[in-house]
C-alpha cells in the first residue's frame, strides 16, 4: 500500500508516538510511507527564517534502522499565529501534489487541520480517509475559541471519515459522541516494543551520570512537561517526605504551550531545598528511555483530572509497565478503563498523592509483585500483533473503496 499520512506536529523531532512506532513497522512490511508534517518547535530556533521553505526528507527512521519513511515539510510564515494560517494553505497544496505525485491509497489523519484537508481531499479523489484520534485534540489549543472551531472542526472530519481509529475506549466513547458512527469506529490500542523495553537493561551507566546510588528510592516521569501532570505538585510533596534518599527523576521538557516548565520545575526544587532530588534530564534520544526507566523503582502519571487528560492513555504507560514498573496514576477515566485494578496500576485521588503512595509501596515490599503484573498484562500488546491489526484496518479500508468505485 501506498499511505499519506497528514499531521500537525514534527515527525523528526517530537515523540516519537503511536504512529511513528506503526508507520515504521508497516515500513518494514515494505509497504510505501510519506509523511506530511509540521514544523511545530520553530519558535525555539534562535536564528530562523520569516518564511521557511517546503523540506523534503528521505530515508527518515526514528525507531527502527532498517524502516524508511520520507517526511515533507511544508513552508509556513514563522510568526505565531501567522504560522498556522500560512500552514492551511501549504498544507492543501502539498496534499494535492501527494495525490498526484504519489497517488496514495489511503490517507491517514491526525490532530484537526491536517486531518479535515486530509478528509476534504480524500472525498474529492475518492481515497479511503482514516482519522486517528490518540488525544482530545482540541483541547491542546491555547485559547477558548481556537478551542471551539477546533471542535468544530473535529465533528465535521469524524462526520464524514471512512474509519475512525482511537488509541482506548474511552477515546471510543469520547468520539461516538462528537459524531463518529459507531459501525465505522474500533480501538487499536497503544503497544510496546518488548524487546526494546526489557527489564534486564543495565542502568550502570545511568546511574553514575545522574549520581543514583543503589540505596535511592526513584520515582521517574517521562513526556513532555505541562501544568496538568502535576510534577510541581509532586515536587512539593517530595520535599515535605523529608527523605534524601527519595528522587524524582523527570525525562523530557516543556511542550509548545509551556517551554519553559523545565525552569520552573527547577526552581521549585531549589526553593525548596531539594534540587539534589529532582533530577532533570531534558529531553533525550529514545534509544535512552529503557534504561531511564529502569533506574527507576516506581513511575508516575500524576496528571490532574482536566479535559485534555481524562479520556487519554499516554503511550508511555506500556513502556512503564514492559520494564516491570509498578505505576503510580491519580484516577483518569481513560487509564482506569484500560488497565483496571489488579495489574500493576495504583490509583490515587490527585497528583499531591503520589509521593506518599510510592512511599507506602516501597514500605510494603509490594514494588516488585506490582510491577511483575504490570509485566504481564502489557505483554498481551505486543507492536507485532497491533501492527497486523492495523494493516488489516487499511486493507480493508483500500479494498471496500474499490469496491464502492467498481460499482459506479
Known amino acids: 500500500m501506498r499511505i499519506l499520512l497528514v499531521q500537525e506536529t514534527d515527525w523528526i523531532n517530537k515523540g516519537p508516538f503511536q504512529q511513528n512506532h506503526l508507520m515504521e513497522r508497516l515500513a518494514k512490511k515494505h509497504h510505501q510511507i510519506r509523511v506530511i508534517d509540521h514544523e511545530i518547535l520553530w519558535h525555539k530556533q534562535k536564528r530562523r527564517e520569516v518564511f521557511s521553505k517546503r523540506q523534503v526528507f528521505n530515508h527518515v527512521s526514528r525507531i527502527y534502522q532498517d524502516a524508511e519513511v520520507t517526511v515533507i515539510r511544508p513552508g509556513i510564515i514563522k510568526i505565531p499565529t501567522l504560522d498556522y494560517v500560512s500552514l492551511l494553505f501549504s498544507r492543501r497544496r502539498e496534499i494535492g501534489r501527494q495525490i498526484n505525485e504519489f497517488r496514495p491509497d489511503v490517507i491517514l489523519g491526525f490532530h484537526i487541520l491536517s486531518a479535515y484537508l486530509g478528509m476534504q481531499v480524500a472525498k474529492k479523489n475518492n481515497i479511503p480517509f482514516i482519522y486517528y484520534w490518540v488525544d482530545v485534540y482540541h483541547t491542546q489549543l491555547s485559547f477558548k475559541l481556537y478551542q471551539w472551531i477546533g471542535r468544530r472542526i473535529e465533528k465535521k472530519t469524524l462526520q464524514n471519515a471512512d474509519k475512525v481509529l482511537v488509541i482506548n475506549e474511552k477515546l471510543k466513547d469520547y468520539v461516538i459522541k462528537m459524531g463518529s458512527k459507531p459501525t465505522k469506529t474500533c480501538v487499536v490500542r497503544g503497544s510496546v516494543d518488548l524487546d526494546r523495553f526489557n527489564p534486564s537493561i543495565d542502568v550502570t551507566e545511568v546511574k553514575k551520570r545522574y549520581q543514583i546510588k543503589d540505596s535511592d528510592i526513584v520515582l521517574c516521569f517521562v513526556g513532555m512537561f505541562h501544568k496538568d501532570l502535576g510534577l510541581k505538585e509532586a515536587i512539593v510533596e517530595l520535599s515535605r517526605a523529608k527523605n534524601p534518599n527519595l528522587k524524582l527523576l523527570l525525562v523530557g521538557g516543556g511542550d509548545q504551550s509551556a517551554p519553559e516548565e523545565n525552569e520552573e520545575l527547577q526552581n521549585l526544587a531549589e526553593e525548596l531545598g531539594i534540587s539534589g532530588q529532582v533530577i532533570l534530564t531534558g529531553r533525550r534520544p529514545y534509544q535512552e528511555i529503557p534504561a531511564l526507566i529502569n533506574v527507576a523503582n516506581i513511575c508516575l502519571l ?9 479520556d487519554i492513555v499516554p503511550i508511555k ?92
Open 302 to 310: 500524576p496528571a490532574k483530572y482536566t479535559e485534555m487528560m481524562q
Open 317 to 408: 504507560m506500556y513502556e512503564y509497565m514492559a520494564m516491570k514498573k509498578p505505576v503510580i496514576s491519580t484516577k483518569l477515566p481513560g487509564v482506569m478503563k484500560e488497565f483496571g485494578e489488579d495489574n500493576g496500576v495504583i490509583y490515587v485521588d490527585k497528583p499531591e498523592d503520589v509521593v506518599a503512595k510510592a512511599i507506602e509501596l516501597v514500605q510494603n515490599n509490594s514494588v516488585e509483585i506490582l510491577g511483575s503484573k504490570a509485566r504481564s498484562f502489557v505483554e498481551k500488546y505486543s507492536w507485532d500483533s497491533i501492527t497486523d491489526e492495523f494493516e488489516k484496518i487499511l486493507e480493508e479500508a483500500v479494498e471496500s473503496s474499490k469496491l464502492k468505485r467498481s460499482t459506479f
